[in-house]
């Protein structure tokens, strides 16, 4: 039986793919990829962790190097990010995560990966 936080979060996964779909950003892509699947791009390649949860949220512990960005503040502050960086963008269950891989993407972000699960499972090294 799926849980009421499951289909929420497997709704915005389509809804994401969905909108990703229809953006006009033709070489945009968001990848959704697991826990082990984000530690191994950060082992393995240059991605800058976005973590776009609350500063409390944040303070309870974050991937190392992780840039705190709260998802309230995106918009206003995307002239921050580098639109040809590839962000690895986390929160704390996957959800607000999904909500700015959209924003990004509208945005004219390139190479979005979004942590399905968020920090809830992340069973890695944080500070």
């Not at 303070?59 to 639109?83: D, K, V």
């Not at 700015?100 to 809830?120: D, E, K, R, V, W």
Request: charged share 20%; net charge negative; aromatic share 4%.
């Amino acid at each position: 039986m799926i849980t009421m936080k499951k289909k929420v979060l497997l709704i915005l996964i389509i809804l994401v793919a969905i909108l990703s779909a229809c953006t006009s950003n033709e070489n945009a892509t968001i990848v959704d990829v697991s826990v082990d699947e984000a530690k191994d791009l950060l082992d393995d390649e240059e991605v800058v962790v976005l973590d776009v949860r609350t500063i409390e949220e944040y303070s309870q512990g974050h991937i190392p190097n992780a840039q705190l960005l709260p998802l309230q503040e995106l918009e206003a502050r995307l002239s921050e990010l580098n639109e040809d960086q590839k962000y690895l963008v986390v929160c704390r269950s996957g959800n607000r995560s999904a909500q700015a891989s959209t924003i990004l993407i509208q945005n004219g972000f390139q190479n979005i990966y979004n942590m399905t699960g968020g920090m809830n499972n992340w069973p890695y090294e944080v500070k």
